[in-house]
């Protein structure tokens, strides 16, 4: 069991910048696939930014690429999502997420998952 404690997201102007950090419960993090998705209200959940055990691969969604950058500490159990140049469309509820490192870390398909944390972006 992982348990995944999201934090960073706050209220901020349009085309700030904003750093989301997750924090991941388990002695073998470095075995975990780890992504961020968004849900907005009214619409579905959507991916946005994974990387795989090692952090030296990662993928993100045309909406998001060249703005947003995800990383990760395997050494402090942290994954992180540099976000850039923030709009409105952005404004969302950010999930951490994570999986074995036995699955391919580009599909959406996600096990553990954390409680979520609120970015605003005012216009």
């Known amino acids: 069991q992982v348990q995944l404690v999201e934090s960073g997201g706050r209220l901020v102007p349009a085309g700030a910048s904003l750093t989301l950090s997750c924090t991941a419960s388990?002695?073998?993090?470095?075995?975990?696939?780890m992504a961020w998705f968004r849900q907005a209200p009214g619409k579905e959940r959507e991916f946005v930014a994974a990387?795989?055990?090692?952090?030296?691969?990662?993928t993100s969604s045309d909406s998001v690429k060249g703005r947003f950058t995800i990383s990760r500490d395997n050494a402090k159990n942290m994954v992180y999502l540099q976000m850039k140049t923030l709009n409105p469309e952005d404004a969302a509820v950010y999930f951490c997420?994570?999986?074995?490192?036995?699955?391919?870390?580009?599909?959406?398909?996600?096990?553990?998952w954390g409680q979520g944390t609120q970015v605003t972006v005012s216009s």
């Open positions: 997420a994570a999986k074995l490192y036995i699955n391919n870390f580009r599909t959406p398909q996600y096990e553990y």
């Open positions: 388990t002695p073998t993090f470095h075995f975990y696939h």
């Open positions: 990387i795989d055990w090692s952090g030296d691969a990662t």
